[in-house]
Every structure is written in structure tokens, then in C-alpha cells.
């Protein structure tokens, strides 16, 4: 099982990145999937999750309404649409899946938000 997150950077507060997770090993579209960050100094802390059909998503109170998590069955990826970016969005962001009692993490990409 692997998971490789892409798709950060620099952006300017107000701006958008969009981040992708690529996943081997497993089948996406059979795991409810979730991206985390990280702040400095900070603890890991759930940003948002998708269900297995996708019907069914999940945000962190900060991010509602700026941020969307998305399906992308064919490319066996979830991705995580960031709009309004703020200052205190900035962190390493992970991707995660829990697969049979076992939690998965990618090596996470760094956004910044800063002008």
C-alpha cells in the first residue's frame, strides 16, 4: 500500500491549490478515504473524509465551505479542492486510509499560505 500526495506550495491568502492523493496497492473506491494536516507545533487534525460512494463527505468546522474532497475512481485518487486559502491553512497535508484496522499515511506536501 502506498499513497503519494501532490499539489502544494505557495499560494496567496484568498488563493486555491489543489492537492492529489495516488494510491497503489489498494482499490480507492473500496476505502473511505481522509486528508489531515499538520501544522508546526500543532497536532494532526482531520480536515475531511469521503465515503466509499462518495455520497457522504466530512469537514473540519475551519475548512467547511472553502474546501472539497473528491473521488477519482478511475485514476485510483482522492483529491482536496482548497479555495479561500488562509494563513492558518498552512501545513503538511496528509493523505490517509484506513485499510483492515490499519492506518496508511503518505509522505504529505507542504502548503503555504503566505503573501
Known amino acids: 500500500v502506498q499513497l503519494v500526495e501532490s499539489g502544494g506550495g505557495l499560494a496567496q491568502p484568498g488563493g486555491s491549490l489543489r492537492l492529489s492523493c495516488a494510491a497503489s496497492g489498494f482499490t480507492v473506491s473500496l476505502y473511505a478515504m481522509k486528508w489531515f494536516r499538520q501544522a508546526p507545533g500543532k497536532e494532526r487534525e482531520l480536515v475531511a473524509s469521503?465515503?466509499?460512494?462518495?455520497?457522504?463527505?466530512y469537514y473540519a468546522d475551519s475548512v467547511k465551505g472553502r474546501f472539497a474532497i473528491s473521488r477519482e475512481n478511475i485514476k485510483n485518487q482522492v483529491s482536496l479542492q482548497m479555495n479561500k486559502l488562509k494563513a492558518e491553512d498552512t501545513a503538511v497535508y496528509y493523505c490517509n486510509a484506513l485499510i483492515v484496522n490499519t492506518p496508511y499515511w503518505g509522505q504529505g506536501t507542504q502548503v503555504t499560505v503566505s503573501s
Open positions: 469521503i465515503s466509499t460512494d462518495g455520497h457522504t463527505t
